[in-house]
């Protein structure tokens, strides 16, 4: 008689290990340095934004996968409720380069690169952003950790950050063997 043995499936969730909106404009911040927004780091802060407005804003995460990359069956990402969302609008997602990237000094002049778009979601009023499949970029990771951006389509969004104790969570499925 054989023995056959049969993979289970195991899920993790795992909260993001940074976080941070990055400003990008020419126009003048007051409270950044040189009042230079594009000079701003703003990690470490309770709310994080993003926004097609001048001075716009995206928000980058950093993950670390608890797993190696080939046990990765499926991953999302899960951000918190958004605060005050009363209009229609839309979220992009685009994975994020790679690099060794501070709370305390990332600012767009020394953020990773942007790469390719995961996707454009649509977010009625009065709705969150729901589980967003990112198992490519689970099973791209570096060393476990991978980078993700979240850029505004048409709207001012806000969700809280990590330090507001609430963080970004990914959601991952593994095939153990």
Known sequence: MATVSVAESR???TPAVQDATIPFSYKRCVECPENDCRKC???HKDT????PM???HRTLIKFHMPVAN?????CAVQIPAFINNNSTGSI??????LSDWSEDNVNVLNAPDFGTVITNVEIPAYNNLGAIDVTAACKAAIDGEFNLYFAAGNRHFEFPSRESGNPAILHITTKDE
């Open 92 to 97: 992009i997602i685009t994975k994020a380069g």
């Open 70 to 74: 080939f046990q990765v069956e499926s």
């Open 48 to 51: 994080l934004i993003v926004s």
């Open 11 to 13: 899920k993790i969730d």
């Open 41 to 43: 780091a703003l990690g």
């Open 54 to 56: 001048d001075p716009a």
